[in-house]
């Protein structure tokens, strides 16, 4: 992935979108808002299998290589092993 700077249009097409479009408007990692504390990175998330290996495994282009470097992702369909916990923790978009 390439750093888009502020103002630069990034094209987005995943499983989930298809032509969608975005402005980036802050510098990458910044620009939250301050309430916005997560526990986890993007990056850690990954390396503990988050949704049975399928996080993020379509859009891999839109997000810093480095993210994805331990990542534990299902080559094909979703592998419950995968996840730290070794449980099915997801649940369908429709929640």
Known sequence: MVK?????????NDRMQTGYRYRCSAPVGRG???????DLTPREMLELGVFC???????????????????????????????????DASQPLSE
Do not use: H, Q
Request: proline content about 8%; overall charge positive; aromatic content about 16%.
């Open 32 to 38: 939250f808002d301050p309430a916005f504390k997560p």
């Open 53 to 87: 290996g399928k996080y993020m495994t379509d859009c891999r282009e839109e997000f810093p290589a480095s993210w994805f470097k331990r990542a534990r992702l299902a080559p094909a369909k979703r592998d419950c092993s995968l996840n730290y916990f070794g449980v």
């Open 4 to 12: 888009a700077a502020v103002g630069t249009i990034v094209l987005v």
